[in-house]
């Protein structure tokens, strides 16, 4: 059974550091990119960094670039989220997911981890 759970989520000051963890299990997660997404409240899924299966290859957006780093120990089945000079408008559930297979059936989410950026 595939399952990507994350943590280091929590309450963090503006101008202050998180890291998230995507611990991952029941696939072989050497051979697959790996995603982190975040939706805010009431607000829609935003795409935040993508790193590719061996992780010599990372893409993030403009509103987290220079702040945020992708980062992933295969040996640990492991994908990171290391999140600096945090701002409010970084407060989201910031998840993790992977596609394994073509088409919808083979996308993985995480539960998700809440982020709240605020003084």
């Known amino acids: 059974e595939v399952q990507l759970v994350e943590s280091g989520g929590g309450l963090v000051q503006p101008g202050g550091s998180l890291r998230l963890s995507c611990a991952a299990s029941?696939?072989?997660?050497?051979?697959?990119?790996m995603t982190w997404v975040r939706q805010a409240p009431g607000k829609g899924l935003e795409w935040v960094s993508n790193?590719?299966?061996?992780?010599?290859?990372?893409t993030c957006a403009d509103s987290v670039k220079g702040r945020f780093t992708i980062s992933r120990d295969n040996a640990k089945n492991t994908v990171y989220l290391q999140m600096n000079s945090l701002k409010p408008e970084d407060t989201a559930v910031y998840y993790c997911y992977t596609q394994i297979g073509h088409g919808e059936d083979w996308v993985y989410w995480g539960q998700g981890t809440q982020v709240t950026v605020s003084s």
């Open positions: 029941g696939f072989t997660f050497s051979s697959y990119d």
């Open positions: 790193i590719d299966s061996g992780g010599g290859s990372t």
